[in-house]
């Protein structure tokens, strides 16, 4: 039985400890340690939430709760991503029906699409793909521990220069996107300026834009906290990546620990960032399920002859 998450249903979650962590993973969370309390102190505060309170689940049998999931908006309310899905790895047949459930709650709140990012050794990826999810993109996270002393930039003049982000640079940033991103992943995240305002992961933090004459050739998101960084980043030519690349790193510089999830058709990116230390620590599948969202139909009448 699926049913809506009641705070009671900790005590099931302490009891099971380890075997239901959570194997879905957000953009801004991969670099995060899986803090459980802190985790199960969110959950219970998501449920105080009347917004949100009915976004969690869980998969109860019995007495006995199997898993667990729980989703929010991505940069809109009509595309969702799973942040929770507590399941043990081998239990495919409870993630198959929590997954089916959230997409027909989807459904019915005329969500148009869901996002799901696991690691793709994850023995859960099947059941993900028979509930209809589908994988369009892969994802290497990297990470480096600060060296001794400073960063510091390379001798060589950027090729230009950083501002931060403002409203009107929303469209300019779609038109990089669209040159930068192959075409199989902009079908999924979107391949029109609504789509892509709707379904694009949410931006870590920060956002700084570089700009050469006249146009926008560079991006990056910066999110700093508890001695930790993470960037994103986006970039038209690889000469423009290394600006964007160096200005990142000397942005998280009194940083312990810098992380960047990278998709593999960033090439450029990934190199750059191995020659600057960093190593790749783990590797995710994304995946998308496309809703069947309910459409109104216009009536034609018959005229009524007078």
């Given at each position: 039985?699926?049913?809506?998450?009641?705070?009671?249903?900790?005590?099931?979650?302490?009891?099971?400890?380890?075997?239901?962590?959570?194997?879905?993973?957000?953009?801004?969370?991969?670099?995060?340690?899986?803090?459980?309390?802190?985790?199960?102190?969110?959950?219970?505060?998501?449920?105080?939430?009347?917004?949100?309170?009915?976004?969690?689940?869980?998969?109860?049998?019995?007495?006995?709760?199997?898993?667990?999931?729980?989703?929010?908006?991505?940069?809109?309310?009509?595309?969702?991503?799973?942040?929770?899905?507590?399941?043990?790895?081998?239990?495919?047949?409870?993630?198959?029906?929590?997954?089916?459930?959230?997409?027909?709650?989807?459904?019915?709140?005329?969500?148009?699409?869901?996002?799901?990012?696991?690691?793709?050794?994850?023995?859960?990826?099947?059941?993900?793909?028979?509930?209809?999810?589908?994988?369009?993109?892969?994802?290497?996270?990297?990470?480096?521990?600060?060296?001794?002393?400073?960063?510091?930039?390379?001798?060589?003049?950027?090729?230009?220069?950083?501002?931060?982000?403002?409203?009107d640079d929303e469209y300019r940033l779609f038109e990089l996107y669209l040159k930068c991103v192959p075409a199989h992943v902009r079908r999924a995240e979107?391949?029109?300026?609504?789509?892509?305002?709707?379904?694009?992961?949410?931006?870590?933090?920060?956002?700084?834009?570089?700009?050469?004459?006249?146009?926008?050739?560079?991006?990056?998101?910066?999110?700093?906290?508890?001695?930790?960084?993470?960037?994103?980043?986006?970039?038209?030519?690889?000469?423009?990546?290394?600006?964007?690349?160096?200005?990142?790193?000397?942005?998280?510089?009194?940083?312990?620990?810098?992380?960047?999830?990278?998709?593999?058709?960033?090439?450029?990116?990934?190199?750059?960032?191995?020659?600057?230390?960093?190593?790749?620590?783990?590797?995710?599948?994304?995946?998308?399920?496309?809703?069947?969202?309910?459409?109104?139909?216009?009536?034609?009448?018959?005229?009524?002859?007078?």
């Amino acid at each position: 039985m699926i049913r809506t998450f009641i705070p009671l249903d900790v005590v099931d979650l302490l009891v099971a400890g380890r075997a239901l962590s959570n194997k879905a993973k957000t953009k801004d969370g991969v670099g995060r340690r899986d803090a459980r309390l802190s985790s199960l102190a969110n959950i219970v505060g998501d449920w105080f939430n009347p917004q949100l309170r009915p976004c969690v689940w869980v998969y109860a049998e019995g007495l006995s709760l199997r898993g667990l999931a729980s989703v929010r908006d991505r940069c809109s309310s009509h595309a969702w991503e799973i942040n929770r899905l507590l399941v043990a790895d081998q239990d495919r047949n409870c993630c198959l029906n929590l997954l089916e459930h959230v997409s027909s709650v989807g459904g019915q709140l005329e969500i148009g699409r869901i996002f799901l990012r696991l690691p793709v050794d994850s023995p859960l990826l099947k059941a993900a793909q028979e509930s209809g999810f589908l994988p369009y993109s892969t994802e290497h996270l990297y990470w480096r521990r600060r060296a001794d002393g400073n960063e510091t930039r390379s001798g060589a003049s950027p090729a230009s220069s950083p501002r931060r982000k403002k409203a009107d640079d929303e469209y300019r940033l779609f038109e990089l996107y669209l040159k930068c991103v192959p075409a199989h992943v902009r079908r999924a995240e979107g391949m029109t300026y609504k789509e892509w305002q709707s379904n694009r992961d949410r931006s870590l933090g920060q956002e700084w834009v570089f700009e050469k004459g006249g146009d926008l050739v560079g991006w990056v998101a910066i999110n700093t906290g508890r001695h930790c960084g993470q960037l994103d980043m986006l970039a038209a030519t690889k000469d423009e990546m290394q600006s964007v690349v160096e200005y990142g790193l000397v942005s998280l510089g009194d940083c312990h620990q810098m992380y960047c999830l990278v998709p593999d058709f960033k090439g450029a990116l990934l190199r750059l960032l191995e020659d600057r230390g960093f190593n790749r620590v783990m590797t995710y599948s994304v995946l998308t399920k496309e809703l069947l969202v309910r459409v109104a139909e216009r009536y034609v009448m018959p005229a009524v002859p007078a």
